[in-house]
C-alpha cells in the first residue's frame, strides 16, 4: 500500500539555525500539507500546497517557514531560524484531490527539538 | 471558521465494554467530518470519514460514527474494545471546498483488561 514517508524521523537543532524537513507523498496524489502537533495539543495546519504554490497557510505559517516541491516527489518544509517554540512533531500529508472530502494521508512525522 | 470539540482528553473502559468518544463541530458550511487514531510513535491514520451520503458511517476496526445534524455531533462507538484500540483518537472537520483539517485536542482511550 501506497504511503507517506518523512525524513528525518527525529532532528535536533540550535535555536537560530535553519531546518529542513523532507516529505515523499503518495506519487499520484496532487496536494500536499504540513501540519505540527505541539506536544500534549491539537494538531494545527501549518500549509496547503497545490500546482507549485501554496493555497492556503495559517497564522503560524510566518516569513519563518516556507515549502517548496524540488522535483517530481518531495516535499520539503524549511524553517530559516528555528526558535524553541517550533519544537513539534511536524506531519506530512497529502491527498488526491480536494472535492468530496478527500482524504488526507499522513506521514508519520518529523519530531523536531529546538535547543 | 470551523471548530470541533471533544469531551474527555481520557476515556477508560474495560476490554469488551463499549467504547464511545465524543465529538461536535462547528461550521457555517456542511462539513466533512473525520475520525483518526494515532498510535504511539505513528502518523495518523483515517479510521472513517462523513461526505454527505449516509449519516451512519462504518469505518476500519469495527468503529462508526453517526452524522447528527441537530445536534453538530459527531461521535465515534465500537460495540466491544480490544486491548489493541488503545491510542490517541482525533476528531476532524472540513469545509466543503476547503482543504485543510481542523482537529480537536484529541481524546486518549485506554483500555484495561
Known amino acids: 500500500e501506497p504511503e507517506v514517508t518523512q525524513t528525518p524521523s527525529h532532528q535536533v537543532t540550535q535555536m537560530g539555525q535553519e531546518v529542513i524537513l523532507r516529505c515523499v507523498p503518495i506519487s499520484n496524489h496532487l496536494y500536499f500539507y504540513w501540519y505540527r502537533q505541539i506536544l500534549g495539543q491539537k494538531v494545527e495546519f501549518l500549509v496547503s500546497?497545490?500546482?507549485?504554490?501554496?493555497?492556503?497557510k495559517s497564522e503560524i505559517f510566518d516569513d519563518q517557514f516556507s515549502v517548496e516541491r524540488p522535483d517530481g516527489s518531495n516535499f520539503t518544509l524549511k524553517i530559516r531560524s528555528t526558535k524553541l517554540e517550533d519544537s513539534a512533531m511536524y506531519f506530512c500529508?497529502?491527498?488526491?484531490?480536494?472535492?468530496?472530502?478527500?482524504?488526507?494521508?499522513f506521514g508519520p512525522g518529523t519530531r523536531l527539538t529546538v535547543t | 471558521a470551523q471548530s470541533v470539540t471533544q469531551l474527555g482528553s481520557h476515556v477508560s473502559v474495560s476490554e469488551g465494554a463499549l467504547v464511545l468518544l465524543r465529538c461536535n463541530y462547528s461550521?457555517?458550511?456542511?462539513?466533512?467530518l473525520f475520525w483518526y487514531v494515532q498510535y504511539p510513535n505513528q502518523g495518523l491514520q483515517l479510521l472513517l470519514k462523513?461526505?454527505?451520503?449516509?449519516?451512519l458511517v462504518k469505518g476500519i476496526n469495527g468503529f462508526e460514527a453517526e452524522f447528527k445534524k441537530s445536534e453538530t455531533s459527531f461521535h465515534l462507538t465500537k460495540p466491544s474494545a480490544h486491548m489493541s484500540d488503545a491510542a490517541e483518537y482525533f476528531c476532524a472537520v472540513s469545509g466543503r471546498g476547503f482543504q485543510k483539517l481542523v482537529f480537536g485536542t484529541g481524546t486518549r482511550l485506554l483500555v484495561s483488561p
Open positions: 461550521s457555517s458550511v456542511p462539513p466533512y
Open positions: 500546497f497545490y500546482n507549485n504554490e501554496i493555497s492556503e
Open positions: 462523513y461526505t454527505s451520503a449516509a449519516t
Open positions: 500529508a497529502s491527498s488526491e484531490g480536494v472535492a468530496g472530502g478527500s482524504e488526507q494521508y
